[in-house]
Structures are given as C-alpha cells and as structure tokens.
C-alpha cells in the first residue's frame, strides 16, 4: 500500500520559512517523480514545484520561482519543499503526489498526471 505523508506545515509570519517534508512507502521511490501542489480555501488546487527521479530536473510555477526549493533524498525516501520569503497569498493545505516513470506524460503541472496523493498539510502566512 502506498502512502505519502506530509509535515512540516504549520503558522508562519510574512517572510518568514518553512519546510515542507513528505515521506513515502509502499513504492520504488527512486522510479515516481514527486510534486507538490497546494489548494487554497474555494480554489483550485494549483501545481506548486515537482522534481524528477533522478533530482537532476525541478520545475516550479511562477508564483513560487526564486522563493521555493524542491529537493529529494531517494535513501530517505523522503521529499522536501523549503519555503522562503513566505507571503500571505502561500496560505493554503499542501499536498505532495507521485508519478510513476512509466505513467508519466510530461504534463507535471497537471494534478490527474499523478498516481498517487497525500494527505495535506495546512500552511498559513499571518500579515
């Protein structure tokens, strides 16, 4: 059974940090390209950052380019999203998803690329 599991989220204050983690079981950790995503309350939930298997590629949404950083450790099996110059307009419950390598399309910002999703983890950036 895979399962993915976020930490790390939490209250914040405008520019301020945090790091987002997100572990996996249950999967060949080193053949899934791994995602974030985020969804704020009434919107869409909306591609944040993904890096592939190797970590050699990461590709971020503008919003979030020059202040975010994804990064993997395929021994801990484990995802990270460091988070910095946080703004208010970040306030939203963060979700980390998994692409297999021989499901994957090319399309990493769209959520239904992605075979596998956790639970969320609020982050909320007080003004």
């Known amino acids: 059974q895979v399962q993915l599991v976020e930490s790390g989220g939490g209250l914040v204050q405008a520019g301020g940090s945090l790091r987002l983690s997100c572990a996996a079981s249950?999967?060949?950790?080193?053949?899934?390209?791994l995602g974030w995503f985020r969804q704020a309350p009434g919107k869409d939930r909306d591609f944040v950052a993904v890096?592939?298997?190797?970590?050699?590629?990461?590709y971020y949404a503008d919003s979030v380019k020059g202040r975010f950083t994804i990064s993997r450790d395929n021994a801990q099996k484990t995802v990270y999203l460091q988070m910095n110059s946080l703004k208010p307009e970040d306030t939203a419950v963060y979700y980390c998803?998994?692409?297999?390598?021989?499901?994957?399309?090319?399309?990493?910002?769209?959520?239904?690329?992605?075979?596998?999703w956790g639970q969320g983890t609020q982050v909320t950036v007080s003004s």
């Open positions: 249950g999967l060949t950790f080193s053949r899934y390209a």
């Open positions: 890096i592939s298997w190797s970590g050699m590629n990461t």
């Open positions: 998803a998994a692409v297999s390598v021989t499901n994957y399309n090319g399309s990493y910002s769209a959520s239904r690329q992605y075979d596998y």
